[in-house]
């Protein structure tokens, strides 16, 4: 199968590009470890990563996927959590396989690239920074930095007028529900990963147009651009 070339693609950045949540792991324990409180590990961090880190605080605290911790405790919580993330947003995480190769053929091509995720611009940058491929995007959108975030489809439209590219002719990867559902909004069409992070379900029920097991096989795919 093949699909259209894109005038822009944007990538996820949590689960698409980066194996974070060596890192988010790390820093849910130790906030929890410093409230009192059970630590829960990365099997179940996994699980509850992909909606922003003030959601997977709510979750740590209820050890729930759709829990909403006592409100008291949550603003105790956070500011533990994020100093904590501040100290150790990198330090853990890697590329996935495939993932340095893919932008490196993606640019090669000349595709103009954004990153668009859930994540604070605080944590984003670094993040990017440190494992070597910031340089590989025009744009970057973070979880901050409009009014809404994915699945909404407002930062991925935020992105295609800054490129002045039609969304018809724009294309997001992603490796979760929420990224299908901002790029159905957006009118982009959609590339999921197997891996990456999802709440435990299978990315194909959600019915991306492809989905691929490395990010180096996405050049492979794209043909040339729809008039």
Known sequence: MSLPRPAMILIDLDGTLIDSVPDLAFCVDAMMTELGLPVRGEAAVRNWVGNGVERL????????LDGQPDAALFERALPVFMRLYQENTSQR????????EGL????????????????????????LRDKGILDRFELVVSGDTLEKK????????????RFNVAPADSLMVGDSRSDVKAA????????????GYNHGADIREEHPDVVLDRLDQLPGLLGTRVA
């Open 57 to 64: 605080v709510q979750r740590a605290l209820c050890n729930d």
């Open 104 to 127: 490196d053929l993606l640019q090669t091509q000349a595709y103009r690239l954004g990153c668009v995720t859930n994540k604070a611009e605080r944590f984003t940058l670094p993040l």
């Open 93 to 100: 995480s890697r590329l996935y396989p495939g993932v340095r």
């Open 150 to 161: 994915k699945p909404d489809p407002m930062p991925l439209l935020y992105a295609a007028e």
């Open 184 to 195: 159905r909004a957006a009118g982009f069409r959609i590339v999921c990963m197997t891996y």
